[in-house]
Protein backbone atom coordinates (compact mmCIF):
# COMPACT_ATOMS: atom_id res chain seq x y z
CA UNK A 1 0.00 0.00 0.00
CA UNK A 2 1.45 3.47 -0.79
CA UNK A 3 1.27 6.67 1.62
CA UNK A 4 2.84 9.88 1.42
CA UNK A 5 4.89 11.19 4.29
CA UNK A 6 4.77 14.47 5.74
CA UNK A 7 8.36 15.65 3.64
CA UNK A 8 6.72 14.42 0.57
CA UNK A 9 8.44 11.31 0.06
CA UNK A 10 6.49 8.14 -0.90
CA UNK A 11 6.41 5.14 1.66
CA UNK A 12 5.31 1.67 0.73
CA UNK A 13 4.02 -1.07 3.44
CA UNK A 14 4.07 -4.41 1.77
CA UNK A 15 4.75 -8.05 2.83
CA UNK A 16 8.94 -8.51 2.13
CA UNK A 17 10.44 -11.11 -0.45
CA UNK A 18 12.97 -13.42 -0.14
CA UNK A 19 15.20 -10.89 -2.24
CA UNK A 20 14.63 -8.15 0.37
CA UNK A 21 17.00 -10.13 2.97
CA UNK A 22 20.11 -8.41 2.37
CA UNK A 23 18.01 -4.98 2.84
CA UNK A 24 15.41 -5.98 5.91
CA UNK A 25 19.09 -7.26 7.87
CA UNK A 26 20.75 -4.08 6.85
CA UNK A 27 18.07 -2.19 8.55
CA UNK A 28 17.99 -4.52 11.29
CA UNK A 29 21.80 -3.93 12.16
CA UNK A 30 21.30 -0.17 11.70
CA UNK A 31 18.53 0.03 13.96
CA UNK A 32 20.19 -2.31 16.87
CA UNK A 33 23.17 0.06 16.70
CA UNK A 34 20.88 3.28 16.90
CA UNK A 35 18.35 2.46 20.04
CA UNK A 36 18.81 0.21 22.92
CA UNK A 37 15.27 -0.50 22.83
CA UNK A 38 15.58 -3.80 21.18
CA UNK A 39 16.36 -6.95 22.61
CA UNK A 40 19.09 -7.67 19.76
CA UNK A 41 22.50 -5.92 20.81
CA UNK A 42 24.22 -4.60 17.61
CA UNK A 43 27.10 -6.82 18.57
CA UNK A 44 24.44 -9.77 18.40
CA UNK A 45 22.77 -8.83 14.81
CA UNK A 46 25.90 -9.03 13.19
CA UNK A 47 26.08 -12.17 13.73
CA UNK A 48 22.85 -12.80 11.77
CA UNK A 49 23.68 -13.88 7.96
CA UNK A 50 21.47 -13.20 4.73
CA UNK A 51 20.49 -16.54 4.39
CA UNK A 52 19.11 -16.67 7.92
CA UNK A 53 17.08 -13.31 7.21
CA UNK A 54 16.04 -15.50 4.05
CA UNK A 55 14.70 -17.89 5.67
CA UNK A 56 13.02 -15.90 8.42
CA UNK A 57 11.08 -14.07 6.17
CA UNK A 58 10.45 -17.53 4.12
CA UNK A 59 8.63 -19.11 7.14
CA UNK A 60 6.06 -15.89 6.66
CA UNK A 61 5.46 -16.62 3.09
CA UNK A 62 5.09 -20.34 4.81
CA UNK A 63 2.51 -19.34 7.17
CA UNK A 64 0.06 -17.26 5.80
CA UNK A 65 -1.42 -16.99 9.39
CA UNK A 66 1.47 -15.03 10.66
CA UNK A 67 2.44 -11.02 9.38
CA UNK A 68 5.67 -9.81 8.27
CA UNK A 69 5.33 -6.28 6.42
CA UNK A 70 7.97 -3.39 5.51
CA UNK A 71 7.99 0.47 5.30
CA UNK A 72 10.19 1.38 2.41
CA UNK A 73 10.88 4.54 1.76
CA UNK A 74 13.08 5.83 -1.44
CA UNK A 75 13.78 2.30 -2.18
CA UNK A 76 14.81 0.81 1.32
CA UNK A 77 13.43 -1.11 3.75
CA UNK A 78 13.45 1.81 6.94
CA UNK A 79 11.18 -0.46 9.45
CA UNK A 80 8.89 -3.45 10.43
CA UNK A 81 6.01 -4.62 12.16
CA UNK A 82 5.38 -8.23 12.82
CA UNK A 83 2.53 -10.57 14.22
CA UNK A 84 3.54 -14.30 15.60
CA UNK A 85 0.32 -16.07 16.26
CA UNK A 86 1.37 -18.85 18.97
CA UNK A 87 2.14 -21.73 18.17
CA UNK A 88 0.53 -23.20 21.02
CA UNK A 89 -3.20 -24.63 20.53
CA UNK A 90 -3.97 -22.84 23.98
CA UNK A 91 -2.70 -19.82 23.17
CA UNK A 92 -3.71 -19.93 19.51
CA UNK A 93 -6.07 -16.65 20.24
CA UNK A 94 -3.03 -14.44 21.07
CA UNK A 95 -0.09 -13.04 18.77
CA UNK A 96 2.42 -11.55 19.80
CA UNK A 97 4.01 -7.65 17.77
CA UNK A 98 7.08 -6.54 17.32
CA UNK A 99 7.46 -2.95 15.81
CA UNK A 100 10.70 -0.73 14.69
CA UNK A 101 11.24 1.98 12.50
CA UNK A 102 14.73 3.51 12.04
CA UNK A 103 15.35 6.65 13.56
CA UNK A 104 15.75 8.92 10.75
CA UNK A 105 11.96 8.30 9.26
CA UNK A 106 10.63 8.13 13.20
CA UNK A 107 7.79 11.10 13.85
CA UNK A 108 6.51 11.27 10.16
CA UNK A 109 3.84 8.82 11.19
CA UNK A 110 5.28 5.87 9.76
CA UNK A 111 4.57 3.53 13.53
CA UNK A 112 0.74 4.71 12.99
CA UNK A 113 0.10 3.23 9.70
CA UNK A 114 2.31 0.34 10.12
CA UNK A 115 0.05 -0.38 13.67
CA UNK A 116 -3.09 0.43 11.53
CA UNK A 117 -1.75 -2.48 8.59
CA UNK A 118 -0.79 -5.14 11.49
CA UNK A 119 -4.95 -4.61 13.17
CA UNK A 120 -7.06 -4.65 9.99
CA UNK A 121 -5.10 -7.53 9.21
CA UNK A 122 -5.26 -9.32 12.87
CA UNK A 123 -8.89 -8.16 12.95
CA UNK A 124 -9.55 -10.46 10.01
CA UNK A 125 -7.28 -13.47 11.41
CA UNK A 126 -9.53 -16.46 12.11
CA UNK A 127 -8.20 -16.77 15.56
CA UNK A 128 -6.38 -14.42 16.86
CA UNK A 129 -8.33 -12.51 19.68
CA UNK A 130 -5.61 -10.94 21.80
CA UNK A 131 -2.47 -9.01 20.50
CA UNK A 132 0.57 -8.69 22.74
CA UNK A 133 3.93 -6.74 22.88
CA UNK A 134 6.92 -6.17 25.45
CA UNK A 135 8.60 -2.68 25.79
CA UNK A 136 11.18 -1.23 27.70
CA UNK A 137 9.56 1.18 30.62
CA UNK A 138 11.86 4.16 29.33
CA UNK A 139 10.17 3.85 26.28
CA UNK A 140 7.99 6.03 26.41
CA UNK A 141 7.26 7.39 22.94
CA UNK A 142 6.47 3.20 21.68
CA UNK A 143 3.93 2.68 24.63
CA UNK A 144 2.18 6.30 23.97
CA UNK A 145 1.91 4.79 20.35
CA UNK A 146 0.82 1.52 21.57
CA UNK A 147 -1.68 3.32 23.86
CA UNK A 148 -2.97 5.10 21.24
CA UNK A 149 -4.33 1.91 19.65
CA UNK A 150 -6.13 1.23 23.02
CA UNK A 151 -3.54 -1.19 24.47
CA UNK A 152 -3.31 -1.04 27.78
CA UNK A 153 -0.12 -2.37 30.46
CA UNK A 154 -0.97 -5.51 31.80
CA UNK A 155 2.46 -6.96 33.49
CA UNK A 156 5.46 -5.53 34.37
CA UNK A 157 8.81 -7.58 35.07
CA UNK A 158 10.79 -5.52 37.42
CA UNK A 159 14.16 -5.19 35.82
CA UNK A 160 13.95 -7.87 33.66
CA UNK A 161 15.85 -5.91 31.23
CA UNK A 162 19.97 -5.14 31.66
CA UNK A 163 21.31 -2.38 29.52
CA UNK A 164 24.92 -3.10 28.79
CA UNK A 165 26.21 -0.19 30.49
CA UNK A 166 24.29 -2.15 33.50
CA UNK A 167 21.55 0.05 34.55
CA UNK A 168 17.66 -2.12 34.93
CA UNK A 169 14.60 -1.21 32.95
CA UNK A 170 11.78 -2.89 33.57
CA UNK A 171 9.74 -5.04 30.49
CA UNK A 172 5.94 -3.70 30.33
CA UNK A 173 3.90 -6.43 28.89
CA UNK A 174 0.60 -4.98 27.16
CA UNK A 175 -2.36 -6.14 25.34
CA UNK A 176 -5.29 -5.01 23.13
CA UNK A 177 -8.64 -7.12 22.53
CA UNK A 178 -8.89 -7.21 18.59
CA UNK A 179 -12.34 -9.78 18.73
CA UNK A 180 -14.35 -10.23 21.84
CA UNK A 181 -13.94 -13.98 23.18
CA UNK A 182 -16.03 -16.51 21.29
C1 LIG B 1 8.46 3.52 18.64
C2 LIG B 1 8.48 3.71 17.12
C3 LIG B 1 8.00 2.44 16.45
C4 LIG B 1 7.54 4.86 16.75
O1 LIG B 1 7.55 5.02 15.35
P1 LIG B 1 7.26 6.43 14.62
O2 LIG B 1 7.15 6.18 13.17
O3 LIG B 1 8.25 7.44 15.08
O4 LIG B 1 5.83 6.76 15.23
P2 LIG B 1 4.76 7.84 14.75
O5 LIG B 1 5.43 8.96 13.99
O6 LIG B 1 3.66 7.11 14.07
O7 LIG B 1 4.28 8.42 16.15
C5 LIG B 1 3.70 7.59 17.08
C6 LIG B 1 3.15 8.33 18.30
O8 LIG B 1 4.15 8.46 19.29
C7 LIG B 1 3.79 9.55 20.13
N1 LIG B 1 5.02 10.29 20.37
C8 LIG B 1 5.84 10.86 19.47
N2 LIG B 1 6.91 11.38 20.10
C9 LIG B 1 6.74 11.12 21.41
C10 LIG B 1 7.50 11.39 22.56
N3 LIG B 1 8.66 12.03 22.47
N4 LIG B 1 7.04 10.95 23.75
C11 LIG B 1 5.85 10.30 23.84
N5 LIG B 1 5.09 10.01 22.77
C12 LIG B 1 5.54 10.43 21.58
C13 LIG B 1 2.71 10.34 19.45
O9 LIG B 1 1.49 10.07 20.15
C14 LIG B 1 2.67 9.74 18.07
O10 LIG B 1 1.39 9.61 17.56
P3 LIG B 1 0.67 10.83 16.76
O11 LIG B 1 1.69 11.39 15.82
O12 LIG B 1 -0.47 10.14 16.08
O13 LIG B 1 0.27 11.78 17.84
C15 LIG B 1 9.91 4.09 16.65
O14 LIG B 1 10.34 5.23 17.36
C16 LIG B 1 10.94 2.98 16.80
O15 LIG B 1 10.96 2.04 16.04
N6 LIG B 1 11.84 3.11 17.80
C17 LIG B 1 12.96 2.20 17.96
C18 LIG B 1 12.57 0.74 18.18
C19 LIG B 1 11.48 0.61 19.20
O16 LIG B 1 11.46 1.27 20.23
N7 LIG B 1 10.55 -0.31 18.91
C20 LIG B 1 9.48 -0.66 19.83
C21 LIG B 1 9.96 -1.71 20.74
S1 LIG B 1 8.67 -2.23 21.86
Not at 15 to 31: C, I, K, V, Y
Not at 127 to 140: A, G, H, K, P, R
Request: glycine share 8%.
Amino acid sequence: MKHFLPNGDELIIRSPEPTDAAGLLASFQRLTRETDYLLFTYGESLDLEVESEEDYIQSYLDHPNQLLLVAVVQGKIIGSVNLNQSGHHKKSHTGEMGIAIESAWNNMGIGRRLMTAMLRWAEHHPDLQIIYLNVFSTNEKAMQLYRNFGFMECGRLPQGIIQRNGTYTDLVTMYKRVKPAV
